[in-house]
């Protein structure tokens, strides 16, 4: 995934290249490697013997600081909803409202920020990084009312069967299909 078509065709100044330089990390990769294998025992019952414990905790530690710290990156960066966009062309600056979603709960205030490139859409999530810039995040993650809960979530694409896309909540793993995700989802390369 890290070479795929999705992260070549992201601009250079797009945070998420950061994430093929993590993904690429040889430490970083074997600790994550690690972490899943420990994962998929653990959820087929093949636990760690109790003599064992100590170490495979101290392990499994070490291996949660190494992404961490390889991660810590992203922490610089804010995801946002956007709301509303107003552009004024004498000015040439866009007014954006948006939601900064972080936390857990489900109701974040509207902010606006002043933004001074046009093509900023409304209902779409963003990446702002430290100097300000917004950058896309559709098609990757789309934000929506949940169908099943009701409530307001992150979906990513899960899967594809003949033509229609399944996205599936970061928040709670509710899914729905979304054939309008298709297009977009094809033309960055990950379908």
Same mark, same amino acid.
């Given at each position: ?7 070549? *065709?992201?601009?250079?100044?797009? &945070? ?11 430490? =970083? ?6 972490? *899943? ?10 636990? %760690? /013997? ?5 170490? $495979? ?22 995801? @946002?909803? !956007? #709301? $509303? %966009?107003?552009?004024?062309? @004498?000015? $040439?600056?866009?007014? =954006? ?5 972080? +936390? /857990?709960?489900?109701?974040? &205030? ?9 093509? !900023? ?6 990446? %702002? ?12 993650? !789309? +934000?929506? @009312?949940?169908? #099943? ?9 899960? +899967?594809?069967?003949?033509? =229609? %896309? ?14 309008? !995700? ?5 033309? =960055? +390369?990950?379908?």
């Amino acid at each position: 995934m890290r070479d795929g078509k999705a992260f070549r *065709n992201l601009p250079d100044a797009h &945070p998420l290249k950061d994430l093929r330089a993590l993904l690429a990390d040889p430490g =970083v990769a074997a600790a994550r490697k690690r972490l *899943n294998v420990r994962r998929n025992d653990d959820s087929h019952l093949r636990t %760690v /013997d109790f003599t064992d414990l100590p170490h $495979a905790l101290d392990s499994a530690a070490a291996d949660l600081r190494t992404l961490l710290a390889a991660a810590e990156f992203l922490s610089d960066l804010s995801l @946002i909803h !956007v #709301t $509303a %966009v107003r552009w004024d062309s @004498i000015r $040439a600056e866009a007014t =954006v409202s948006y939601r900064e979603l972080m +936390g /857990d709960h489900p109701v974040a &205030p509207t902010r606006t920020m002043t933004y001074r490139e046009a093509g !900023v859409e409304v209902d779409s999530l963003y990446l %702002v990084d430290t100097r300000h810039r917004l950058h896309l995040l559709r098609p990757f993650l !789309v +934000g929506r @009312i949940c169908p #099943t809960c009701r409530n307001w979530s992150t979906f990513h694409a899960d +899967g594809a069967s003949r033509g =229609v %896309v399944t996205l599936k909540s970061l928040e709670h793993g509710h899914t729905l299909k979304d054939a309008s !995700v298709d297009e977009p989802l094809r033309q =960055v +390369g990950l379908l």
